[in-house]
């Protein structure tokens, strides 16, 4: 479906709503440490809870000069409860810990939207529920801030009981910077559908094997595991890198005739019809809540195929090589 989505700058958002108002983020990773200080950069007023008192995230988040406090406190006192655990643990310390402080005019906060779109957090009809999600892992979100920029965001609204949600998720990612990139209006299932897609076909699943597979052909047929690191992996960041400047076409006109040449005449019979046919299958189970509902049976398992599938790749010739070549970079740069 085509659509044509508006982007909202600075000067398209008010960001003094936020006044007065207290931010509780809870939790501490990736993206709680990058989204909590770039807020209170902005003069918001941030608290952080975290689940582990003591633990890493709170010793991380005193260093950075937090407080943080247990989930349930933080939850208290939040004006907004900017939920930002792992997926896989929010609904069971939604429960326990924030629900029973989710009272008419507080706000419930989201940067990914699975627990909301498959239902399983199912927050009080009287609270607003928004999502404010980057399109960036924090460590960028963080450097981007710092240089005066910004990633650019999505920010969604699931209910408005106040009438208010959308101008505090659209100040919420103001504060952080995402306006200055730029941010898209979007809906959960639009946000939670593409994002388990991308990750799945494309950007890391997809990858991963299309890499993992050219590896192994050239080895297979004699070549050294190093040259093939080189040609499959190493040089992965160059291209995509090209793309993200200038996008495809650009990137066709900077390499070699004879290398654009063998993209457009054995591209698309490496990925091919097929292979988009199983895309569209992959995207149907996720759009029926296929996916989660495998994702949250492994979970309750105990994640033991993710932990296989950890190991597995990490005897692969493709990482003891690739640790090889990293380090020899590595010790360049020191």
């Given at each position: 479906?085509?659509m044509?989505?508006n982007v909202?700058h600075d000067?398209?958002?008010?960001?003094?709503?936020l006044?007065g108002?207290t931010?509780?983020?809870?939790g501490?990773?990736a993206?709680?440490d990058?989204?909590?200080n770039?807020?209170?950069?902005s003069?918001?007023?941030?608290?952080i809870?975290v689940r582990d008192?003591p633990?890493r995230?709170r010793d991380?988040?005193?260093s950075d000069?937090?407080?943080?406090?247990?989930?349930?406190e933080?939850?208290?006192?939040g004006d907004?409860?900017?939920?930002?655990?792992?997926?896989?643990?929010?609904?069971d310390?939604?429960?326990?810990?924030?629900?029973?402080?989710?009272k008419?005019?507080k706000?419930?906060?989201?940067?990914?939207?699975f627990n909301i779109?498959?239902?399983?957090?199912?927050?009080?009809e009287?609270?607003?529920?928004i999502?404010v999600?980057?399109?960036?892992?924090?460590?960028?979100?963080?450097r981007a801030?710092?240089?005066?920029f910004?990633?650019p965001?999505?920010?969604?609204?699931k209910?408005?009981?106040s009438g208010q949600a959308?101008?505090?998720?659209l100040a919420?990612a103001?504060?952080m910077?995402w306006?200055?990139a730029?941010?898209?209006?979007?809906?959960?299932e639009?946000e939670?559908?593409e994002?388990l897609?991308?990750?799945?076909?494309?950007?890391?699943?997809g990858?991963?094997?299309?890499?993992k597979?050219?590896f192994?052909v050239?080895?297979?047929?004699?070549y050294?595991?190093e040259?093939?690191y080189?040609?499959?992996?190493h040089e992965?960041?160059?291209?995509?890198?090209?793309?993200?400047?200038?996008g495809i076409?650009?990137m066709?006109?900077?390499?070699?005739?004879?290398?654009?040449?063998?993209?457009?005449?054995?591209?698309?019979?490496i990925i091919?019809?097929e292979?988009?046919?199983?895309?569209?299958?992959a995207?149907?189970?996720?759009?029926a809540?296929?996916?989660?509902?495998?994702?949250?049976?492994?979970h309750k398992?105990?994640?033991p195929f993710?932990?296989?599938?950890?190991?597995e790749?990490?005897?692969?010739?493709?990482?003891?090589?690739?640790?090889e070549i990293?380090?020899?970079?590595?010790d360049k740069?020191?």
């Amino acid at each position: 479906m085509n659509m044509n989505m508006n982007v909202l700058h600075d000067e398209d958002v008010d960001d003094s709503i936020l006044m007065g108002k207290t931010i509780a983020v809870i939790g501490y990773g990736a993206q709680g440490d990058a989204q909590a200080n770039c807020l209170r950069d902005s003069g918001v007023n941030v608290i952080i809870g975290v689940r582990d008192m003591p633990g890493r995230s709170r010793d991380k988040a005193r260093s950075d000069g937090f407080d943080p406090v247990p989930i349930a406190e933080a939850a208290e006192k939040g004006d907004i409860v900017h939920l930002l655990l792992p997926d896989e643990v929010q609904p069971d310390i939604y429960t326990r810990e924030i629900e029973p402080y989710m009272k008419p005019g507080k706000v419930l906060s989201f940067s990914h939207g699975f627990n909301i779109c498959f239902k399983r957090i199912v927050p009080p009809e009287d609270v607003d529920v928004i999502m404010v999600a980057p399109k960036a892992p924090g460590t960028e979100e963080r450097r981007a801030y710092l240089e005066g920029f910004g990633v650019p965001g999505l920010v969604s609204v699931k209910q408005n009981p106040s009438g208010q949600a959308r101008e505090i998720a659209l100040a919420m990612a103001k504060a952080m910077h995402w306006t200055k990139a730029g941010i898209l209006d979007c809906t959960f299932e639009q946000e939670t559908y593409e994002d388990l897609f991308g990750e799945q076909c494309v950007l890391c699943g997809g990858l991963v094997e299309l890499m993992k597979n050219g590896f192994e052909v050239l080895v297979e047929a004699g070549y050294p595991p190093e040259m093939a690191y080189f040609e499959c992996v190493h040089e992965m960041k160059l291209i995509v890198d090209l793309i993200w400047q200038g996008g495809i076409k650009q990137m066709a006109e900077v390499i070699s005739n004879t290398a654009e040449y063998g993209m457009w005449s054995t591209g698309k019979k490496i990925i091919g019809p097929e292979v988009k046919d199983k895309m569209k299958e992959a995207l149907k189970r996720i759009e029926a809540g296929d996916f989660a509902e495998d994702w949250v049976a492994e979970h309750k398992r105990g994640i033991p195929f993710l932990k296989a599938s950890r190991e597995e790749i990490g005897k692969h010739q493709i990482e003891t090589v690739g640790e090889e070549i990293r380090r020899l970079f590595s010790d360049k740069k020191e």
